[in-house]
Structure formats: structure tokens, C-alpha cells
């Protein structure tokens, strides 16, 4: 069936061959009337001239009466009588169409025994308005009828088309509705059409036989019982024929979205509760996917759903994901529960194998759980699959972890910090790698995240700090300070706080040389817990810093009474500083605002030289990145 549009514009093109060969004909025989009356008119004037043969008036006299005679019998374009080299009388209409001046030759006559010389163009003015005129009118007649013609041919193909479809619903739902043959006027047919009869007496017998060997298979293989969207049989059988072979989808992003709180929820209030906590989740997800109509949503296992964004690229679906994290955190604050679900989102294209992209989805839902409740991070580093680490799951993290923190197989390197004027004291910032048994470098997010999911987290850190303070030691590096990192579950765990200030009394030339960042959500989430750490580090020599700063805004007056010695401020706010004024300008508001209190502020993720000049001269005290120094070796 054809669209209104390719009907109108096939109509046009008929009404366009009519107007072409209209016009072509009209020139055709205009062309041939003016070459025709052209000459003709020779003839006449001959004829007028032999009348003033005899005459013995002037040559003047009669150059004037012939052209009396001539202009008032006859429409002309010019009309010229010389005689010799002489000009006696010359007229040039004023109102002449171009396509007349187009179409007319100008002719000569010579007038006999007169000695005269005419010299003319014809005018037809009239018959060429007439012609044009009567093309217009065609025009716009061709015009109204291929309108009309076009409405008229959609109505009745929709008509026809129509009862052709109704016709085969209706053939074809018996095969749906086993009561549909006793209907009322189950055997008229709406149209005669025995080929069409036929058809659907074929389809109808073969799909009778596969439907009721098929669709309850179908159903179990290819649907989640519980929430009634397909599984991950159809996820699969989704990407390999929609992505992976010839199709409108050339690429897109794929997301993994984690149920946090299920095993939690099933031991605590029993796997009913547990059962409407997924449900709901599968309901969220269905809601925020209304705006993107060609979005896909699978269940994968009891905990994770997947969903394609196909042919979006990875800062729209980023902007899905913000949508998502929106929409748990008003269901966890109804529910009051400690979060909801974590995103992992991975750009793909139709030459990434399935696997390696849930395993970076994997790796990024891994990472998202490192940060606020219901967060998601875009998995943009596919390199953290070309080691060892590819295979591991979640089943496979606890063991790996154990064996690095038995075997202390930890890899130390700083990345210094750079101060902005002379009488700035800052450190360099220790990062830590961890090693498998086989010495290849595991993911460092992964891993963290792992330890965070896992609760060893602590162990963890307790592992970097005891090692950085040996490296540190044994190599007499007391000429300069540090920083280490601390996670949010160690700081608020009394038995860590415990051991690190016991250690830290036991190293009293180190501990000055120690600087350690907390991030600022991990002190929101216990400030009273937060206060009695840093009181603690300053009580022993070591200083802190507030990392990620800006993220949550806290207040000011909350670091009046924390009192870190440095903030470095989070690397959205730092990235492309040099081409943002509003960062520019909340970043000098944060400066001035720090200084008054006495606190260092420091930049992290400086990659370029713009970037650092800019930073300078906002008064920043210190930037650390990639321009500035890459980490190396502790």
C-alpha cells in the first residue's frame, strides 16, 4: 500500500510528463505559426509598396504613409525604412515578451522600384499572453488533479486494503479462537478473490499445526514467568540476528542493571517480598524505557536485567541511566531500604562478541557499587579484558581476593602533586595494583569494587597502608609525604580505626609524612564517626584530605569543624576548566572560601597545559593528572 506521499509525488510526475509535452507541442506550433506569418507579411509589404510607384510625392512622403499603412494593420516588434544608408522611419515596441523576442527573426523587404529597404520584426503579443495564460491555467488544473487524484487513489486503496486485511484477521483468528467458526458470518467473505482465498486457506492449515505444537514452548523458553518480559534465551537470539547480522542496528548500549537488595530482601522478608522487589524493578525499568520506543528489556538471572539501546550513543544512554538512578531512589526512600539497583553501561557495535561486552557491563555494574546508592558507570576501558581477569565472576572475586591479600601481591606506584608556588606543601598520591598469582595486573576498579561487594574492603586497605609504610622505610623515602586512600566502610569500622592509630603511634617518622583521602560522601555518611578519624590522624602527626570534593556540596561549616588540611575537587569540575566560565567561577568561590578556613585545594584529572594555566590562575594549590606526572614506581 502505497503512503500519501508516493502517491501524490507519482501523480506529479504524470501531471509533470503532461505539462512538458503541453508546452513542447504549443512551442512546436507557435514556431511554425510565426516563421509561417513572417513570411506571409514579405508578400504584403510588397504588395502596399507597388501602390506608390507611380506616386510623385517625396521619398520622405512616402516612407511615412507606407509606414502609417504598415503599423496600422499590423502588430509589430520593430519597423525600420531606409532608404539606402538613410533612416526615414523607425518604430520599436515598447511591451514585448521574451518569448516573442525569442521566436521572430527580423526579416528585410526591399520595396521595388521605391529604392526603399524594410526592415521588421513581428509582434504577437496577444497569441503569446493567450499561450501563456492557457499554460498557467493547465498548470494549476494539473496541480488540483493530482491532489484530488492522489486523495481519491489512498482512500480507496485504504478501503480495499482494508477489507483485504479484516479478511485475513478474520481467516486467521480462527486459528487464535477456537469459537471464532461458530461467529455470525464466520463463511461470508468480504471480497471474491480466489487466489486470496487460497492463500489464506494455506497459511491458515500450516499455521494452525505449528501454533499449538509452539506457543507453549515458547512461552516457557522465551518468557520470564515472573515478570513477563523475555529472558536471556530471547537476549541472545536478539543480538546475534537484530545486531550481529545485517540489520538497521549499526550500533548502540547495552546496560546491565543489578538488583542489589534481592538476597537481602528473600532472608529478611521471604522470597514473596523478594518477588515483588524484582517486579518493581522490572516495572521501573519499563517506564523509563516509554521514551525510547526501540528499546529492548530482558531478564538475564533472578538479579540482573538487561537492556539495548539500539543506534543511541553512550552519552544518551548515560542520560537513561541518570533517569533510572532517579526513579530507585524514590522507590528506595518509600521502601527504605539501602539501595535498589546499580547500572553498568558498555558502548557496542555490530564487531564486539557478546561475551565481552557482559563482561564489561559486568565490570561496570562492579564499579557503580563503589559509589552512591543506585549509581551507574559507563564501562569505556575495554583493555581490562585482555588478562586474566576476563573469566572472573562474582563467584570467582572472593577467592582471587583472598589470594592477593595472603600473598601480599601488591603493586605500589605515586603520582605526584604538583603545588602551584614554592611555600605549598603537598604530597604525591600512592596508587595501588593488585597481581594474581600468574603476576598479571587485575583490574584495579573491579578489584575494589569486589572487596567493596565482598567485605574485604578493610583488609584491603590494611594491606596498601602496611606495605606503602615498609616501601617507604626500607627505602629511608622520608624527604617527602604521601597520600593514601581510604575507603568508606574502613573508616567507619571501629576496629580499623583502632589498628591504624596503633600503627601509626608505632611509626611516629612516618605518620607526618601521611597524607590520607577520604572521599566526601564516605564522611556524609557518618560525620560524628568522620570527625573522630581526622581528629585522630591529626592527633598523631598525619594530615587528610577531602577527595572528590563537590560532588555533594557539603557545607562549609561541616569543614570548619572536620578541619582537613587539603579538599581536591572532583574532576568534573576541573576537566576542560580552561573552556568553562560557570566552573571557572564556582571553582574560585570554593578557592576563596578554603583559603578563609585555612584549607589547601588541590586538582585532580589535569590533562592538558590550558587546563593547568587556568587552574593557576584561580589560585589552586596543587593539580595532579596525567599532564602534570604519570604515576610511577613507588
Known amino acids: 500500500m502505497y503512503k500519501f506521499s508516493k502517491l501524490f509525488i507519482k501523480n506529479a510526475l504524470f501531471a509533470l510528463t503532461f505539462i512538458i509535452a503541453f508546452g513542447v507541442i504549443a512551442f512546436s506550433l507557435l514556431t511554425l505559426y510565426i516563421d509561417k506569418q513572417t513570411k506571409a507579411h514579405k508578400q504584403t509589404i510588397q504588395t502596399i509598396s507597388q501602390q506608390f510607384a507611380s506616386n510623385e510625392n517625396s521619398i520622405e512622403e512616402i516612407a511615412a504613409k507606407l509606414a502609417a499603412i504598415l503599423t496600422a494593420s499590423t502588430d509589430y516588434q520593430t519597423l525600420i525604412i531606409k532608404n539606402n544608408a538613410t533612416e526615414l522611419f523607425s518604430f520599436q515596441s515598447k511591451q514585448t515578451p521574451l518569448l516573442n523576442i525569442i521566436l521572430t527573426k527580423q526579416k528585410t ?86 487466489a486470496l482465498q487460497k492463500g489464506i486457506a494455506e497459511i491458515r492449515t500450516m499455521m494452525t499445526e505449528q501454533f499449538k505444537n509452539t506457543s507453549n514452548l515458547e512461552i516457557e523458553a522465551h518468557v520470564d514467568s515472573l515478570t513477563g518480559i523475555e529472558n536471556r534465551n530471547r537476549f541472545v537470539q536478539f543480538y546475534e540476528k537484530q545486531i550481529v547480522q545485517e540489520s538497521p542496528v549499526k550500533f548502540g548500549v547495552l546496560l546491565i542493571t543489578r538488583c542489589s537488595e534481592l538476597q537481602t530482601i528473600n532472608q529478611v ?6 518477588d515483588n522487589y524484582i517486579i ?62 546499580f547500572t553498568g553501561l558498555v558502548y557496542f557495535d555490530k564487531s564486539k562478541p557478546l561475551g565481552e561486552l557482559l563482561a564489561l557491563a559486568d565490570t561496570g555494574v562492579s564499579v557503580a557499587q563503589t ?20 573469566n572472573f565472576g562474582s ?10 591479600l595472603e600473598g601480599g601481591r601488591i ?67 622520608l624527604d617527602s609525604s604521601y597520600g593514601i586512600n581510604l575507603s568508606a566502610r574502613s573508616i567507619n569500622d571501629e576496629h580499623f580505626m583502632i589498628w591504624l592509630e596503633r600503627k601509626l603511634l608505632r611509626e611516629p617518622g612516618i605518620a607526618p609524612r ?37 560532588v555533594g556540596l557539603t557545607s562549609f561549616k561541616f569543614f570548619r569543624d572536620l578541619t582537613p588540611d587539603f579538599i581536591k575537587m572532583d574532576s568534573s569540575y576541573t576537566r576542560d576548566i580552561d573552556d568553562d566560565k560557570n566552573n571557572q567561577y564556582f571553582l574560585r568561590l570554593m578557592v576563596d572560601l578554603a583559603h578563609r578556613l585555612g584549607i589547601n585545594v588541590l586538582a585532580e584529572s589535569v590533562e592538558t597545559q590550558e587546563e593547568k594555566h587556568t587552574l593557576e590562575k584561580l589560585f589552586i594549590d596543587g593539580c595532579q593528572g596525567y599532564y602534570v606526572g604519570k604515576p610511577t614506581q613507588l
Open 514 to 550: 601521611l597524607v590520607f583521602e577520604i572521599s566526601e560522601l564516605g564522611l556524609q555518611q557518618n560525620i560524628k564517626t568522620a570527625k573522630r578519624l581526622v581528629d585522630m590522624l591529626h592527633r598523631v602527626g598525619s594530615r587528610v584530605t577531602v577527595e572528590r570534593f563537590g
Open 109 to 194: 523587404v526591399s520595396a521595388g522600384k521605391l529604392n526603399l529597404q524594410v526592415q521588421y520584426k513581428l509582434g504577437f503579443t496577444g497569441i503569446i499572453h493567450f499561450l501563456i495564460q492557457l499554460f498557467i491555467g493547465v498548470m494549476v488544473l494539473a496541480i488540483i488533479f493530482v491532489f484530488i487524484s492522489a486523495q481519491l487513489n489512498y482512500k480507496l486503496q485504504s478501503i480495499i486494503f482494508g477489507i483485504i486485511s479484516k479478511q485475513i484477521s478474520n481467516e486467521l483468528a480462527k486459528i487464535n479462537d477456537a469459537d471464532f467458526i461458530t461467529q455470525e458470518n464466520d463463511n461470508k467473505q468480504l471480497f471474491e478473490i480466489p
Open 269 to 274: 522478608h521471604g522470597y514473596n517480598s523478594g
Open 280 to 341: 518493581k524493578v522490572a516495572d521501573i525499568i519499563k517506564s523509563a524505557l516509554i521514551t525510547r520506543p526501540t528499546g529492548k528489556l530482558f531478564r538475564l538471572n533472578s538479579s540482573d536485567f538487561a537492556t539495548i539501546l539500539p543506534n543511541e550513543q553512550l552519552k544518551s544512554a548515560e542520560q537513561y541511566a541518570s533517569e533510572l538512578t532517579l526513579k530507585f531512589n524514590d522507590y528506595q526512600q518509600i521502601n527504605e531500604l539501602d539501595s535498589i539497583a
Open 395 to 404: 563467584q570467582n572475586w572472593r577467592q582471587e581476593i583472598d589470594s592477593v
Open 371 to 390: 559509589q552512591k546508592p543506585n549509581s551507574w558507570y559507563s564501562q569505556t576501558d575495554i583493555n581490562i579484558l585482555t588478562d586474566n581477569s576476563a
Open 411 to 477: 603493586n605500589l606506584l605515586v603520582q605526584p602533586i604538583q603545588p602551584s608556588g614554592r611555600n605549598t606543601r603537598v604530597y604525591g598520591e600512592i596508587l595501588a595494583r593488585f597481581l594474581n598469582a600468574n603476576n598479571d595486573m587485575l583490574p584495579t576498579a573491579t578489584f575494589i569494587a569486589m572487596a567493596e561487594k565482598l567485605d574485604k574492603i578493610v583488609q584491603v586497605d590494611r594491606l596498601i597502608i602496611e606495605t606503602a609504610i615498609k616501601v617507604i622505610t626500607s627505602k629511608n623515602m
